[in-house]
């Protein structure tokens, strides 16, 4: 079973959240840490709207998430909150399917309108799933975030410098978190 999970919350298999998130997991692998991505384009759409969290399809996400010690959120911003088919996803999670996690949230959005999505939207559901050690999440807009065709990602200079900070402070964690753990 993974280290970390990383939530894919993109209805769209090549956005920018996605680059971001598959970045991240390289990143968490250079450190020694086992990653896996699980995508909510993974799950039907009709177990997603209509809350079957007993579906086959969900069965190996909720056991890999059981199994981590952190979980890893990115999602666009659409209309100021995270997608839809990221909230079917959480929403068929166990009430406390995060508690003892460590958690980074990571959010693209169009503008810096959206900037404050993950706090006043993404981290109250977290919490209420028993999250409680919620990193300080990267938010970052269109303009900060380049992938060409063939998936290279470049960050602005700025966003990346954050983005690699939390990942480093967030991967630390999640060694910690291990560590801890009973053999």
């Known amino acids: 079973m993974p280290d970390v ?5 993109s209805p769209s298999a090549s956005s920018r959240s996605v680059a971001i998130l598959r970045a991240t997991a390289e990143a968490l692998e ?25 579906s086959p399809a ?11 010690a952190g979980v890893v959120v990115s999602t ?7 997608t839809a088919a ?3 996803f959480l ?4 009430q406390h399917a995060l508690r003892g996690k460590v958690v980074l949230p990571l959010a693209t959005g169009g503008t810096l309108a959206h900037l404050l999505a993950i706090d006043y939207a993404l981290k109250p559901v977290l919490s209420v799933l028993g999250a409680t050690e919620i990193h300080q999440g990267v938010s970052s807009t269109d303009e900060q975030v380049r992938v ?11 966003l990346r410098a ?5 990942v480093d402070q967030f991967a630390a964690a999640v060694q910690a978190r291990l560590a801890s753990r009973p053999e």
């Open 76 to 82: 666009p911003i659409y209309k100021a909150a995270y």
């Open 5 to 9: 999970i990383l939530l894919s919350g």
């Open 91 to 94: 929403d068929i999670l166990p």
């Open 58 to 68: 969900f069965t190996a996400a909720k056991q890999s998430l059981a199994a981590a």
């Open 30 to 54: 250079r450190g020694g840490l086992s990653t896996e991505i699980v995508s909510v384009r993974g799950i039907p759409d009709e177990d997603l709207m209509l809350g079957r969290w007993d």
């Open 86 to 88: 990221l909230k079917g």
């Open 162 to 166: 954050r983005h690699d900070a939390a």
């Open 148 to 158: 060409t065709t063939e998936g290279t990602l470049t960050l602005h200079d700025e």
